[in-house]
């Protein structure tokens, strides 16, 4: 069985920071694909970020390229998502996700390509 825990969502001024961590137990993720997506107010939950445990290869989504940055610790089975300049449209709840199969680019972003989640956490950035 595998528990995905997100913590570190908050309110934040625009161009402000955040960083949101996913502690994952239940098994070790080498070789696999964590990712984070959002959802906000009536909207779908789309995909952010993703990284690939073994080699550490990162893809994101347009929307957030070069504000944020996701990264792994091995030792804590953690992901994070360092978020910078924030902007009021990036306000919704924040997910994790976990994949226990290896994703190809083509994949990462898809959400029926990760049968683990996190309860989601709520990020809200006041303009």
């Known amino acids: 069985q595998v528990q995905l825990v997100e913590s570190g969502g908050g309110l934040v001024l625009a161009g402000g920071s955040l960083r949101l961590s996913c502690a994952a137990s239940g098994r070790t993720f080498r070789g696999y694909a964590m990712g984070w997506f959002r959802q906000g107010p009536g909207k779908e939950r789309d995909f952010v970020a993703a990284i690939i445990w073994n080699d550490e290869r990162t893809y994101y989504a347009d929307s957030v390229k070069d504000r944020f940055t996701i990264s792994r610790d091995n030792a804590k089975n953690t992901v994070y998502l360092q978020m910078n300049s924030l902007k009021p449209e990036d306000t919704a709840v924040y997910y994790c996700?976990?994949?226990?199969?290896?994703?190809?680019?083509?994949?990462?972003?898809?959400?029926?390509?990760?049968?683990?989640w996190g309860q989601g956490t709520q990020v809200t950035v006041s303009s």
């Open positions: 996700a976990a994949a226990l199969t290896w994703l190809g680019s083509f994949q990462v972003g898809l959400r029926e390509k990760y049968p683990y």
